[in-house]
């Protein structure tokens, strides 16, 4: 079955940088897309960047560009999210998600970015 397991998650000060995998499984990883999301207390779950099964392809939110960079190595069948210049506002859980036909079809379990001022 497919398994997505983020890790990276944790505590930095505001400025800072984290970078965030998802090991995949269960799939043929470079036949997918692949997204990350977050979702902050008390409010839904926002896409943060997505990129294209061959990586040559990516989007991100607005509040991303810039300063959050998606990529993946197909040959490890991991996908990262590299987050620079973080910010308070940052603070979320952020869940990997494997897209099918434009839509997520799974979610990992989500690893917690806490920004501290």
């Known amino acids: 079955q497919v398994q997505l397991v983020e890790s990276g998650g944790g505590l930095v000060q505001a400025g800072g940088s984290l970078r965030l995998s998802c090991a995949a499984s269960g799939f043929i990883f470079s036949f997918s897309a692949m997204a990350w999301y977050r979702q902050a207390p008390g409010t839904g779950r926002d896409l943060v960047a997505r990129i294209t099964s061959g990586g040559g392809g990516t989007n991100y939110a607005d509040f991303a560009k810039g300063r959050f960079t998606i990529s993946r190595d197909n040959a490890k069948n991991t996908v990262y999210l590299q987050m620079n210049s973080l910010k308070t506002e940052d603070t979320a859980v952020y869940y990997c998600?494997?897209?099918?036909?434009?839509?997520?079809?799974?979610w990992g379990q989500g690893t917690q970015v806490t920004v501290s001022p």
């Open positions: 998600a494997k897209i099918t036909l434009r839509v997520v079809a799974n």
